[in-house]
């Protein structure tokens, strides 16, 4: 292959793909939904079992009969599909707000995110906080709003509710034509056309405009005047669609629809391959790259241990940004500079890890590995740059792990530094030598550690609060190595090295946070670090 048909096969296998995750509040319908979509996707066979419980998952350890005990989602899947010509890949994330910290990178993975709401019950705290760290990225968000079917809030005060809890710009590309009991299906503002709950096909009854006189004998004389009524007052006091600000994350399209009914599924996803971005330029720490360049460049969001607890085989997802990956590839992991292999680069279909022939920007991959990939890791084909944007955030709950046997420190160590490569934990080792502090998010994240250290790791271990309340990780925004030594040595016993050495302050409260930022005011205590 020349190098000009290599570099537009980059370009058009990018252009159609759409990489996205669902954001909801648990209830919402996000798995119902998953379902539908991977079955318009053509992936029959996996309806119904994307909450496969028993058999599909004898395999796993305890941790994960956490995760199925308290009905969530511990680790993150990806799903692939194609429909028309186009490639979807949708990447689930845990929908607990204890992993919001997993949900974030994820969410740096993503092109664009599919916001579902109960459409009784509107904007709800998860789907709010979700919303919020998709805009710390400026992610492109398309609105569903679920469960058309059963009694709902009138749509202009759902929308209403949008604009107002989430400050966007919130433009009906569709509108319910009756409610509840009398829904009869939607009108699709942009294209004109009638699209039946009860159609077989998916194309719609195309219509001159809702003033159509058509209309009327298709949905009924009631339903038709107020659906004349409902648009004339959108389009005179509603956002309009405006492909610019959606992509600028400014403004969300919205789509009515029941999941469980099957309805206005296929028009989310012609929303998503019309509307959506492709993969596009990603900022990296010398220059920003696009997604039709021929070298391969990628990052690791996510790192997940082997569910066999025999093998300490870890898989490693990694988006890629550009390029294309093939089987056999040797990738430059830019933190080390190590030549990694990708002999056997494991696709995600949502039933069957498959051995991938090739991959493209958007697609995700997972690449087995001992323990070599991190999150935040770059690869590329050679070039030394840096992805950025796969962060770690401060814990709130910060903890010091007590051993029943103290024979078994050794082993501890091991198995805390495995699990912190794989995000499962962060560990802060004190520098004057007193035992480790486990840092996580929430208290499941907790009981997720207990239960992994006992089973695959045979450290039956316990916690103990610390005389800590927060941490910051210490830099200088001047470089200075030597002011940064000197707070570690005048703080010592307050003073912790992180997974990859960095050092982090604890602090016993808020207050002496606030006191050791005035009284080091070269310093900056951060709580949030990039990781690349
Ligand atoms: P998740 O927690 O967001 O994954 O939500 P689920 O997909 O598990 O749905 C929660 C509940 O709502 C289940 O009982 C679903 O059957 C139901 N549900 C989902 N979508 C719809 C819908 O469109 N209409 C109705 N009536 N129920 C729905």
């Known amino acids: 292959m020349s190098d000009t048909s290599a570099l537009d096969t980059v370009a058009r296998e990018a252009a159609r793909r759409r990489t996205f995750a669902i954001i909801a509040h648990p209830d919402a ?65 845990p929908g607990h707000e204890d992993f919001s910290e997993d949900t974030y990178r994820t969410l740096t993975a ?46 202009f005060e759902l ?50 405009g809702p003033d159509d006189a058509k209309i009327a004998e298709l949905v009924g004389e009631e339903r038709a005047v107020q659906l004349y009524e409902d648009i004339l007052l959108a389009e005179a006091g509603l956002a309009q669609f405006d492909l610019v600000k959606f992509r600028e994350g400014t403004l969300t399209p919205v789509y009515f629809g029941s999941a469980l009914r099957d309805f206005g599924v296929g028009h989310l996803l012609e929303g998503l391959a019309d509307f959506a971005p492709p993969p596009g330029d990603r900022a990296a720490d010398k220059r920003a790259v696009a997604a039709a360049e021929e070298k391969l460049t990628g990052f690791v969001f996510k790192v997940q241990a082997n569910m066999d607890p025999n093998h300490r085989d870890r898989v490693a997802f990694v988006r890629l940004c550009s390029g294309r990956l093939t089987k056999g590839m040797r990738l430059r992991q830019v933190r080390t500079g190590k030549q990694v292999p990708v002999n056997a680069p494991l696709f995600f279909f949502a039933k069957e890890r498959q051995v991938a022939e090739e991959a493209w920007p958007g697609d995700v991959v997972g690449i087995a590995n001992h323990g070599t990939l991190r999150i935040g890791d770059t690869l590329t084909e050679g070039e030394d740059i840096n ?52 840092g996580v998010v929430g208290q499941l994240q907790l009981d997720v550690l207990k239960s992994r250290l006992a089973v695959e790791y045979g450290v039956p271990a316990g916690f103990d609060e610390t005389r800590w309340q927060t941490m910051r990780w210490i830099s200088s925004p001047k470089g200075d190595r030597a002011a940064i030594e000197k707070w570690a040595t005048t703080n010592r016993g307050d ?38």
């Not at 053509?42 to 005990?69: C, F, H, P, Y």
């Not at 993503?110 to 979700?130: C, F, P, Y």
């Not at 299906?185 to 294209?191: H, R």
């Not at 903890?399 to 962060?426: F, I, N, S, W």
Request: charged letters at 30%.
């Open 29 to 93: 319908g996000k798995t119902t939904l998953t379902e539908k979509l991977l079955l318009k996707g053509g992936a029959i066979q996996l309806a119904g079992a994307v909450r496969a419980k028993g058999n599909a998952r004898r395999t796993r350890s305890d941790w994960m009969k956490i995760e199925q005990d308290r009905g969530i989602s511990v680790a993150t899947s990806v799903m692939t599909f194609e429909r028309d010509g186009m490639v979807f890949n949708l990447l689930d994330t």
């Open 495 to 532: 003073t912790a090295a992180d997974h990859d050495g960095e050092y982090v302050a604890l602090f016993g409260s808020d207050w002496r946070r606030k006191r050791a930022e005035e009284e080091f005011p070269d310093l900056r205590f951060d709580a949030v670090r990039e990781q690349s």
């Open 387 to 438: 992805f950025r944007g796969v962060p770690s955030f401060a814990p709130e709950i910060l903890r010091h792990v007590r051993l029943g046997d103290p024979m078994l420190a050794k082993k501890l160590r091991t198995a805390l530094d495995q699990l912190a490569e794989e995000g499962v934990v962060q560990v802060f080792r004190p520098l004057d030598g007193s035992p480790p502090v486990v």
């Open 110 to 155: 993503v092109d664009a995110a599919v916001m579902v709401l109960d459409a009784a019950k509107g904007i709800e705290s998860q789907t709010r906080k979700l919303f919020e760290v998709c805009r710390l990225r400026d992610i492109p968000i398309v609105t569903f709003v679920n469960k058309m079917d059963r009694e709902a809030r009138d749509p």
């Open 159 to 208: 929308i209403d509710e949008i604009q107002q809890t989430l400050a966007l710009d919130a433009a009906p590309v569709a509108w319910p034509v009756g409610r509840a009991s009398t829904f009869w299906g939607t009108y699709d503002i942009l294209a004109k056309r009638l699209m039946p709950v009860d159609a077989t096909e998916e194309g719609g009854i195309p219509v001159s």
